[in-house]
Protein backbone atom coordinates (compact mmCIF):
# COMPACT_ATOMS: atom_id res chain seq x y z
CA UNK A 1 0.00 0.00 0.00
CA UNK A 2 3.03 2.06 1.12
CA UNK A 3 4.24 1.80 -2.51
CA UNK A 4 1.09 3.18 -4.33
CA UNK A 5 0.93 6.14 -2.10
CA UNK A 6 4.52 6.76 -2.86
CA UNK A 7 3.93 6.39 -6.89
CA UNK A 8 0.73 9.04 -6.39
CA UNK A 9 2.31 11.22 -4.79
CA UNK A 10 5.34 11.50 -7.60
CA UNK A 11 2.80 11.46 -10.01
CA UNK A 12 0.83 14.56 -8.62
CA UNK A 13 4.46 16.36 -7.94
CA UNK A 14 5.00 15.83 -12.12
CA UNK A 15 1.80 16.80 -13.17
CA UNK A 16 2.19 20.57 -10.96
CA UNK A 17 5.54 20.93 -12.67
CA UNK A 18 4.27 20.25 -16.07
CA UNK A 19 0.99 22.67 -15.04
CA UNK A 20 3.40 25.50 -14.14
CA UNK A 21 6.13 25.02 -16.60
CA UNK A 22 3.32 25.33 -19.42
CA UNK A 23 2.09 28.46 -17.78
CA UNK A 24 1.57 31.29 -20.34
CA UNK A 25 4.45 33.69 -20.89
CA UNK A 26 3.60 37.82 -19.82
CA UNK A 27 5.16 41.11 -21.76
CA UNK A 28 4.93 44.40 -20.98
CA UNK A 29 5.79 46.87 -23.63
CA UNK A 30 5.37 49.53 -21.12
CA UNK A 31 2.51 52.19 -20.33
CA UNK A 32 1.25 54.32 -23.62
CA UNK A 33 1.53 57.77 -23.14
CA UNK A 34 0.04 60.71 -24.19
CA UNK A 35 2.44 63.67 -24.93
CA UNK A 36 0.90 66.68 -23.38
CA UNK A 37 2.29 70.13 -22.77
CA UNK A 38 2.90 70.25 -26.22
CA UNK A 39 4.18 73.86 -27.88
CA UNK A 40 4.68 75.07 -30.80
CA UNK A 41 6.88 78.21 -31.86
CA UNK A 42 7.53 79.61 -35.86
CA UNK A 43 10.06 82.33 -35.95
CA UNK A 44 10.55 83.63 -39.66
CA UNK A 45 14.80 84.22 -40.77
CA UNK A 46 15.88 87.62 -40.19
CA UNK A 47 13.40 89.14 -38.27
CA UNK A 48 14.00 92.89 -37.17
CA UNK A 49 12.08 96.13 -36.45
CA UNK A 50 12.06 96.91 -39.58
CA UNK A 51 11.17 93.16 -40.80
CA UNK A 52 9.04 91.69 -38.43
CA UNK A 53 8.01 89.19 -40.40
CA UNK A 54 11.40 87.94 -42.07
CA UNK A 55 14.03 88.95 -43.91
CA UNK A 56 11.98 87.78 -47.01
CA UNK A 57 13.85 84.24 -47.95
CA UNK A 58 10.29 82.18 -46.75
CA UNK A 59 12.49 80.29 -44.52
CA UNK A 60 10.74 79.55 -40.88
CA UNK A 61 12.13 77.73 -37.84
CA UNK A 62 9.65 75.05 -36.33
CA UNK A 63 10.13 73.95 -32.88
CA UNK A 64 7.61 71.61 -31.45
CA UNK A 65 8.29 70.06 -28.10
CA UNK A 66 6.20 67.66 -25.63
CA UNK A 67 6.65 66.00 -22.33
CA UNK A 68 6.80 62.18 -23.27
CA UNK A 69 6.59 63.30 -27.33
CA UNK A 70 9.01 61.12 -28.85
CA UNK A 71 8.46 62.40 -32.54
CA UNK A 72 6.48 64.72 -34.56
CA UNK A 73 4.89 65.05 -38.05
CA UNK A 74 4.32 68.52 -39.51
CA UNK A 75 1.68 70.00 -41.87
CA UNK A 76 3.27 73.27 -43.11
CA UNK A 77 0.11 74.70 -44.02
CA UNK A 78 1.04 74.93 -47.93
CA UNK A 79 0.24 72.20 -49.41
CA UNK A 80 2.69 70.20 -48.23
CA UNK A 81 3.01 67.49 -45.18
CA UNK A 82 6.44 65.95 -43.33
CA UNK A 83 5.02 62.80 -42.98
CA UNK A 84 8.17 61.29 -41.71
CA UNK A 85 9.15 61.64 -38.20
CA UNK A 86 10.60 64.47 -36.98
CA UNK A 87 12.60 63.15 -33.48
CA UNK A 88 13.92 66.48 -32.50
CA UNK A 89 10.89 68.86 -33.25
CA UNK A 90 13.47 71.36 -34.85
CA UNK A 91 12.86 71.76 -38.57
CA UNK A 92 13.69 74.50 -40.79
CA UNK A 93 10.95 75.06 -44.21
CA UNK A 94 11.23 77.50 -47.13
CA UNK A 95 7.83 79.00 -47.95
CA UNK A 96 7.46 80.03 -51.63
CA UNK A 97 5.10 82.39 -53.17
CA UNK A 98 3.85 84.10 -56.58
CA UNK A 99 4.35 87.86 -55.35
CA UNK A 100 6.32 89.46 -52.83
CA UNK A 101 4.08 89.86 -49.47
CA UNK A 102 3.32 88.88 -46.22
CA UNK A 103 1.48 85.31 -46.39
CA UNK A 104 -0.02 83.36 -43.66
CA UNK A 105 0.04 79.88 -43.53
CA UNK A 106 -1.12 77.38 -40.39
CA UNK A 107 1.08 74.74 -38.94
CA UNK A 108 -0.67 71.65 -37.51
CA UNK A 109 1.93 69.55 -35.61
CA UNK A 110 1.13 66.07 -34.23
CA UNK A 111 3.44 64.59 -31.49
CA UNK A 112 3.97 60.90 -31.50
CA UNK A 113 4.31 59.49 -28.15
CA UNK A 114 4.43 55.15 -26.80
CA UNK A 115 1.81 53.23 -28.80
CA UNK A 116 1.18 55.73 -31.22
CA UNK A 117 -0.42 57.93 -28.67
CA UNK A 118 -0.89 61.69 -30.41
CA UNK A 119 -1.68 65.33 -29.44
CA UNK A 120 -1.93 67.93 -31.79
CA UNK A 121 -1.49 71.78 -32.13
CA UNK A 122 -1.96 74.17 -34.74
CA UNK A 123 -0.27 77.84 -35.08
CA UNK A 124 0.04 80.80 -37.61
CA UNK A 125 3.09 82.58 -38.89
CA UNK A 126 3.20 85.53 -40.97
CA UNK A 127 6.10 85.42 -42.98
CA UNK A 128 7.35 88.13 -45.69
CA UNK A 129 8.63 86.79 -48.87
CA UNK A 130 10.16 88.26 -51.44
CA UNK A 131 9.65 86.91 -54.93
CA UNK A 132 8.27 88.87 -58.59
CA UNK A 133 7.30 86.61 -61.27
CA UNK A 134 8.44 88.01 -64.54
CA UNK A 135 4.81 89.80 -66.05
CA UNK A 136 5.63 88.64 -69.47
CA UNK A 137 5.65 84.84 -67.72
CA UNK A 138 2.47 85.72 -66.08
CA UNK A 139 0.89 87.01 -69.31
CA UNK A 140 1.97 83.87 -71.22
CA UNK A 141 0.56 81.47 -68.57
CA UNK A 142 -2.81 83.12 -68.18
CA UNK A 143 -3.62 85.99 -71.18
CA UNK A 144 -4.33 88.40 -68.25
CA UNK A 145 -6.30 86.09 -66.28
CA UNK A 146 -6.77 82.71 -67.71
CA UNK A 147 -5.49 80.69 -70.24
CA UNK A 148 -6.59 76.70 -71.18
CA UNK A 149 -3.28 73.88 -72.06
CA UNK A 150 -3.66 70.85 -73.37
CA UNK A 151 -1.36 67.86 -74.22
CA UNK A 152 1.29 68.60 -77.80
CA UNK A 153 0.98 65.27 -78.72
CA UNK A 154 1.43 66.33 -82.09
CA UNK A 155 5.24 67.11 -80.85
CA UNK A 156 8.03 64.57 -80.12
CA UNK A 157 9.22 64.37 -76.59
CA UNK A 158 5.48 65.61 -75.26
CA UNK A 159 6.14 62.38 -72.99
CA UNK A 160 9.40 62.16 -72.36
CA UNK A 161 11.98 60.79 -69.41
CA UNK A 162 15.40 60.92 -68.84
CA UNK A 163 18.54 60.89 -66.18
CA UNK A 164 18.18 62.24 -62.96
CA UNK A 165 20.84 64.96 -63.80
CA UNK A 166 20.15 65.44 -67.32
CA UNK A 167 18.23 68.37 -68.93
CA UNK A 168 16.95 66.53 -72.07
CA UNK A 169 14.58 63.28 -72.15
CA UNK A 170 17.63 61.05 -72.88
CA UNK A 171 15.95 57.84 -71.83
CA UNK A 172 12.57 58.48 -74.03
CA UNK A 173 11.19 60.87 -76.41
CA UNK A 174 7.48 60.03 -77.26
CA UNK A 175 6.73 60.15 -80.84
CA UNK A 176 3.84 62.38 -81.80
CA UNK A 177 0.28 60.71 -80.34
CA UNK A 178 2.13 57.74 -79.90
CA UNK A 179 0.70 57.42 -75.69
CA UNK A 180 -2.55 56.47 -73.97
CA UNK A 181 -6.10 58.31 -74.96
CA UNK A 182 -6.24 59.44 -71.22
CA UNK A 183 -3.01 61.52 -70.81
CA UNK A 184 -4.53 63.74 -74.56
CA UNK A 185 -7.57 64.71 -73.01
CA UNK A 186 -6.81 66.97 -69.82
CA UNK A 187 -7.16 70.39 -69.72
CA UNK A 188 -4.88 72.41 -67.69
CA UNK A 189 -6.06 76.31 -66.91
CA UNK A 190 -3.63 79.04 -65.62
CA UNK A 191 -5.24 81.81 -63.78
CA UNK A 192 -4.33 84.62 -62.01
CA UNK A 193 -5.93 87.04 -59.36
CA UNK A 194 -5.80 91.35 -59.14
CA UNK A 195 -2.79 90.53 -57.24
CA UNK A 196 -0.82 88.40 -59.53
CA UNK A 197 -1.14 84.81 -57.35
CA UNK A 198 -1.12 82.25 -59.58
CA UNK A 199 -3.27 78.92 -59.38
CA UNK A 200 -3.86 75.77 -61.82
CA UNK A 201 -7.37 73.52 -62.32
CA UNK A 202 -6.63 70.11 -63.72
CA UNK A 203 -9.62 68.15 -65.69
CA UNK A 204 -8.19 65.11 -66.27
CA UNK A 205 -11.65 63.92 -67.27
CA UNK A 206 -11.55 61.28 -64.61
CA UNK A 207 -8.24 59.51 -65.39
CA UNK A 208 -4.82 60.58 -65.73
CA UNK A 209 -1.76 58.95 -66.55
CA UNK A 210 0.53 57.69 -64.01
CA UNK A 211 4.39 56.74 -64.40
CA UNK A 212 4.36 53.21 -62.13
CA UNK A 213 6.89 54.43 -59.34
CA UNK A 214 4.08 57.14 -58.16
CA UNK A 215 1.28 55.40 -57.82
CA UNK A 216 1.44 54.49 -54.36
CA UNK A 217 0.95 57.74 -53.60
CA UNK A 218 -1.68 57.85 -54.79
CA UNK A 219 -3.37 55.04 -53.01
CA UNK A 220 -3.18 53.19 -55.91
CA UNK A 221 -0.61 49.55 -57.17
CA UNK A 222 0.14 49.24 -60.78
CA UNK A 223 2.89 50.23 -63.38
CA UNK A 224 2.55 52.87 -65.83
CA UNK A 225 -0.76 53.28 -67.18
CA UNK A 226 -4.30 55.06 -66.40
CA UNK A 227 -6.12 55.67 -63.15
CA UNK A 228 -8.79 57.44 -62.00
CA UNK A 229 -7.57 60.20 -59.95
CA UNK A 230 -9.15 63.18 -58.62
CA UNK A 231 -7.81 66.42 -60.29
CA UNK A 232 -10.34 68.99 -60.39
CA UNK A 233 -9.89 71.67 -58.20
CA UNK A 234 -8.08 75.17 -58.56
CA UNK A 235 -4.84 75.11 -56.53
CA UNK A 236 -2.41 77.69 -55.95
CA UNK A 237 0.91 77.88 -57.22
CA UNK A 238 3.71 78.18 -55.42
CA UNK A 239 6.60 79.95 -57.73
CA UNK A 240 10.36 80.25 -56.93
CA UNK A 241 14.04 80.88 -58.61
CA UNK A 242 14.56 77.54 -59.75
CA UNK A 243 16.93 75.26 -57.52
CA UNK A 244 18.52 72.48 -60.10
CA UNK A 245 21.64 73.14 -62.01
CA UNK A 246 19.92 74.35 -65.31
CA UNK A 247 21.03 77.31 -67.13
CA UNK A 248 19.48 80.34 -68.81
CA UNK A 249 20.45 78.95 -71.87
CA UNK A 250 18.34 76.07 -71.11
CA UNK A 251 15.69 77.13 -68.89
CA UNK A 252 13.99 80.04 -68.22
CA UNK A 253 15.41 79.23 -64.14
CA UNK A 254 11.62 79.36 -62.72
CA UNK A 255 9.79 76.73 -60.86
CA UNK A 256 6.27 76.25 -59.18
CA UNK A 257 4.81 73.59 -56.92
CA UNK A 258 1.68 71.74 -57.58
CA UNK A 259 0.30 70.83 -54.06
CA UNK A 260 -1.23 67.93 -53.31
CA UNK A 261 -2.00 65.42 -56.50
CA UNK A 262 1.02 67.06 -57.98
CA UNK A 263 -0.47 66.26 -61.86
CA UNK A 264 0.36 69.03 -64.32
CA UNK A 265 -0.62 66.60 -66.99
CA UNK A 266 0.62 63.03 -66.15
CA UNK A 267 1.44 62.07 -62.88
CA UNK A 268 5.04 61.57 -61.51
CA UNK A 269 4.67 61.93 -57.72
CA UNK A 270 2.92 64.02 -55.00
CA UNK A 271 3.75 67.92 -54.28
CA UNK A 272 5.87 67.64 -57.52
CA UNK A 273 7.79 70.75 -58.60
CA UNK A 274 8.08 71.83 -62.42
CA UNK A 275 11.17 73.47 -63.76
CA UNK A 276 9.76 75.96 -66.82
CA UNK A 277 12.54 75.12 -69.23
CA UNK A 278 10.80 77.53 -72.53
CA UNK A 279 7.10 79.41 -72.11
CA UNK A 280 6.04 80.76 -75.01
CA UNK A 281 2.13 82.45 -75.69
CA UNK A 282 1.32 78.86 -77.36
CA UNK A 283 3.81 76.59 -76.30
CA UNK A 284 4.84 75.48 -72.39
CA UNK A 285 7.76 72.96 -71.64
CA UNK A 286 8.24 71.79 -68.30
CA UNK A 287 11.07 69.39 -66.16
CA UNK A 288 10.61 68.09 -62.66
CA UNK A 289 11.88 64.96 -60.78
CA UNK A 290 9.89 62.20 -60.36
CA UNK A 291 8.66 59.36 -57.54
CA UNK A 292 11.66 57.79 -59.08
CA UNK A 293 14.68 59.75 -59.13
CA UNK A 294 14.43 60.60 -62.70
CA UNK A 295 13.77 63.48 -64.96
CA UNK A 296 10.51 64.01 -66.82
CA UNK A 297 9.04 66.34 -69.42
CA UNK A 298 6.16 67.20 -70.43
CA UNK A 299 4.78 69.69 -73.83
CA UNK A 300 1.67 71.91 -73.32
CA UNK A 301 0.26 73.96 -76.46
CA UNK A 302 -2.92 76.40 -75.94
CA UNK A 303 -5.63 74.93 -76.16
CA UNK A 304 -6.93 75.33 -79.98
Request: hydrophobic share 35%; charged share 15%; with cysteine.
Amino acid sequence: MKKYIITFATFISALLIGLTSCKKDTYSFGDVKTPTNLTLTATPKGITTALPNGDGTGKVDIVANATNGLSYTINYGDGTTDETLVPTGKITHSYTAGNTGTYNFTITVNAIGTGGATSTLTKTVSVYIVFQLDPAMIQNLTNGSSKIWVTDKAAVGHFGVGAGDSFTPNYYAASPNSREACAYDDEITFSKDAINNLFINVDNKGQSFSIGAATAGYGLTGGDGCYTITTIGVKPLAFSPATSASTPAISTRIQFKIPGNGILNFATGINSVYEILSLTPTTMHVRNIGADGNSWYQKLKLKP
